[in-house]
Nanobody
Framework: QVQLVESGGGLVQPGGSLRLSCTAS????????MSWYRQAPGKERSLVAT????????SSADSLKGRITISRDNAKNTVTLQMNSLKPEDTAVYYC?????????WGQGTQVTVSS
């Protein structure tokens, strides 16, 4: 079955950086676009960025443009989100996502807290 496991979250000071990873299993990773979403307290889950199977970013949140890099390693079944110049408003649970036909699969999420 499809499994997505995120890691790399934590507490970081404003202006700092974090690198989140998602390890996937249970499907042919190289043939699917992969996405990162985030959900802040009291807010709806929103898209951070989507990376196509061909390593092109097909969408990303305007608030994060210029501060994130998303990449994938098809040999390791991982997708990575590098976030720089973090702001308190980036505090959220970050989720890895893959959509297959009518199904949408999520990881358990990893908490990112930006605070001094």
């Amino acid at each position: 079955q499809v499994q997505l496991v995120e890691s790399g979250g934590g507490l970081v000071q404003p202006g700092g950086s974090l690198r989140l990873s998602c390890t996937a299993s249970g499907f042919t990773f190289s043939t699917y676009g992969m996405s990162w979403y985030r959900q802040a307290p009291g807010k709806e889950r929103s898209l951070v960025a989507t990376l196509s199977p061909f390593n092109t970013i097909t969408s990303s949140a305007d608030s994060l443009k210029g501060r994130i890099t998303i990449s994938r390693d098809n040999a390791k079944n991982t997708v990575t989100l590098q976030m720089n110049s973090l702001k308190p408003e980036d505090t959220a649970v970050y989720y890895c996502n893959v959509k297959q036909q009518s199904q949408s699969y999520w990881g358990q999420g990893t908490q990112v807290t930006v605070s001094s």
